[in-house]
């Protein structure tokens, strides 16, 4: 099977990861600048598609929609927990008790420490330490035990200077079968972008599904997903295209 990008939209159905793929890294979340002309062109390539079109991604939804104003996309948010169809329907599972007593421990825990931040995302929540990249061992440490009190309901998501504490019944590849099976996508091929270890389920899920993975930034051993992209900038060339 060809592993070169879709040229067309023709069939196609798109999983677009946003931080390090359609964006790029910033020092902290709310530090990330969108493209003026981006948010359009993924509302047009959502029109040609039918409604083919989900961003597959960490954030939350109502970040995902504040990013892409006045669009309101078709996602898998919280990595694939929130979901949102293109018939505008949600889901959006409560939040694990658990999840209180972990936010207080985790606040304490990044209190006083200048290099990290905890970003809470309602069912999830996030310890950053990207101005501190030598806290690395410690955050993990920390965020493991963390999750480990708060049972099975809840599993650690490891990121891009991040760890995170997500619900574990759900993951991008799982978000993106679902999708696959609604309305707006069924009988398309995937085709899903991403950069970072949230996005294998997601490259597995549209490999196993007969369509196409691909990776921005290095080649990965054992990633289901082919080098693409260097940089977000080239994934926004390429969709800029396809919507032209
Ligand atoms: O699945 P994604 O769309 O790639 O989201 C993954 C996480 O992205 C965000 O954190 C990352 O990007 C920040 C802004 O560039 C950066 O400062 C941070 O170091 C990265 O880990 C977001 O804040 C998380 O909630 C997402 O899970
Ligand atoms: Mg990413």
Redesign the pocket.
């Known amino acids: 099977m060809s592993d070169s990008l879709p040229s067309t939209t023709d069939d196609w159905a798109f999983f677009l990861?946003?931080?390090?793929?359609?964006?790029?890294?910033?020092?902290?979340?709310d530090?990330?600048v969108v493209p003026h002309d981006l948010p359009g062109i993924l509302d047009r390539l959502s029109q040609r598609t039918g409604g083919a079109l989900a961003?597959?991604?960490?954030?939350?939804l109502d970040?995902v929609d504040r990013l892409f104003a006045p669009f309101t996309l078709p996602a898998g948010a919280?990595?694939g927990t929130q979901l949102r169809f293109a018939d505008g329907e949600v889901a959006i599972p409560s939040e694990s008790p658990a999840l209180a007593g972990i936010r207080e421990r985790l606040g304490a825990f990044v209190a006083g420490r200048p290099g990290m931040l905890l970003?809470d995302?309602g069912t999830?929540l996030?310890v950053?330490f990207?101005a501190d990249p030598t806290a690395h061992d410690a955050v993990e440490r920390e965020v493991r035990d963390a999750a480990a009190a708060g049972g099975a309901d809840l599993t650690v998501?490891p990121?891009?200077?991040?760890f995170?504490i997500r619900p574990a019944h759900a993951d991008?590849g799982r978000a993106l079968a679902t999708f696959m099976d609604s309305p707006a996508f069924a009988g398309r091929r995937p085709v899903a972008i991403?950069?970072?270890v949230?996005?294998e389920s997601m490259f597995a899920e549209a490999t196993r599904r007969g369509g196409q993975a691909f990776r921005v930034g290095a080649a990965q051993a054992g990633s289901f997903a082919h080098k693409a992209f260097d940089d977000p900038a080239g994934v926004r060339a390429w969709l800029a295209g396809l919507a032209a």
């Not at 961003?55 to 939350?60: C, Q, V």
């Not at 990121?159 to 991040?162: D, M, R």
Request: glycine share 10%; net charge negative.
């Open positions: 990861d946003i931080d390090g793929t359609l964006i790029d890294i910033a020092p902290t979340p530090a990330v961003l597959l991604t960490g954030r939350d970040t919280i990595h970003e995302k999830a996030a950053h990207r998501q990121g891009k200077a991040v995170e991008k991403g950069d970072d949230t996005d």
